[in-house]
């Protein structure tokens, strides 16, 4: 809760710190000022690439409590407009799960590392990013996963690649904390039947999972930026789910 009397400030910036196969990546670094201890998440961007929203969805968890690590998962491919280098990293067929897997762990190893930290580490993503958030939490140890309509997740055999070898649905058996999924009725990728599917698989396992399908709304509900895809409601009740599973689980 909000009190106008409190002090309110936060830290943000870019930083380096080595990811997978020690290369240095970009960090947008985002802390609530103080002594804390505070939680972690790790925010793995979208598919536009590591953009304005992105960082500002740092920023509004930060302002709830949360130090926050957003990667920089394309840096590899080169520097620029979001939109060039996102479209760079789609021409050569993504970026290798592995390399996202181990970029997420090194920035929850970096979170955990800070003297402000309560050392619990979230993860969390939209698009592209809900998908790799999940498969990180399955291959690597966090607190908590938010699967933000994570397409991609549910793969058919002839959509996997060099770099996408395995479904992350099936690593769900790994899964390594408890997880919340926000999705819409109308989007494709994933659609309602790959939701169900996932969630059955979360069910087999005996996984602790929240799903929520939001009527009305698409992909990218958030994206108050997209005037067609953005749904008001749905975005702030969304928002108060996620917030409210981070609290719960991270403190």
Known sequence: MADTGAYDGMLAEVTKIPGYGGHWISVYFV???????????????????????TKEA??????????VAAPDLYCRAGTGAPEDVAAKVRAEGGVPDDQVVGDA????????ALPQ???????????????????????ERFDACVDLWGGGV???????????PVAPIDYTKDLSCPLLGLFGEEDRAPSPEQ???????????GKTYEFHMYAGAGHGFFYHDRPAAYRAEAAVDGWRKVLDFFRRHLG
Do not use: I
């Open 195 to 205: 939701v169900r599917q996932h969630e059955e698989e979360l069910k087999k396992y």
């Open 154 to 164: 549910v793969m058919r055999p002839e959509d996997l690649t060099e770099k996408r």
């Open 58 to 67: 740092a920023r509004k968890l930060a302002y709830h409590g949360f130090m």
């Open 31 to 53: 802390r609530p000022l103080g002594p804390g201890p505070f939680p972690g998440v790790v925010w793995l961007h979208h598919m536009p690439g590591w953009d304005e929203w």
């Open 105 to 112: 762990a090194a920035c929850r190893d970096f979170l955990r």
């Open 117 to 139: 930290s309560n050392g619990k580490v979230g993860v969390t993503g939209t698009c592209s990013g809900g998908r790799h958030a999940y498969l990180a939490a399955c291959r």
